[in-house]
């Protein structure tokens, strides 16, 4: 949209630029285009909407990042490491910014132990716990090594995303 046509629009409206800007998400995550730093990963090929060359996409990359500049909880991603590493630091920024601590589990190297077990003592000696139901869905990615899932988890038939 032209700058004119914007600033005829927010007026008729009553907005602010800063009221949209900082007022609408809780935070703004701003993942730098591979054609900044990582163009050997840019392609057009196999992508249903991106059809624009590196040059463009820099351009627009840049329009973009500026337009959150000043949103209180603004991070960008840049293109200083691979990709998978790339959307780890995006999901400590997520998980920084609503309190989750990881600890290292986001770590490239950090591992998950998980046990068997085979049997269960009597549940009279046990502490109080509620029981919940976890549902994963896996999704396909384009490197073997990452896992991608949406996980579901509720009690009595109410599930929740994760």
């Known amino acids: ?4 046509a914007w600033e005829k629009l927010i007026s008729k409206e009553k907005w602010n630029n800063v009221d ?18 990582a163009i050997e990963f840019y392609t057009t090929e196999e992508h249903v909407v991106r059809h624009e060359g590196p040059e463009l996409a ?12 000043g949103h209180p909880y603004y991070d960008v991603i840049d293109n200083s490491t691979d990709f998978n590493a790339k959307c780890m630091r995006m999901m400590a920024a997520v998980c920084r910014r609503i309190g989750v601590d990881v600890a290292d589990r986001l770590e490239l190297n950090s591992k998950k132990h998980k046990y068997l077990v085979k049997s269960i003592s009597d549940q009279d000696s046990w502490p109080p716990y509620k029981e919940f139901e976890v549902i994963h869905n896996y999704l396909v990615t384009p490197d073997p090594k990452m896992q991608a899932r949406v996980r579901k988890r509720g009690r009595d038939g109410k599930l929740g995303c994760h």
């Open 1 to 4: 949209m032209p700058r004119e």
């Open 58 to 69: 820099c351009e627009l990359d840049d329009k973009v990042a500026q337009a959150w500049v």
């Open 20 to 37: 949209l800007r900082d007022s609408r998400y809780g935070q703004v995550i701003h993942m730098t285009t591979a054609a900044k730093g």
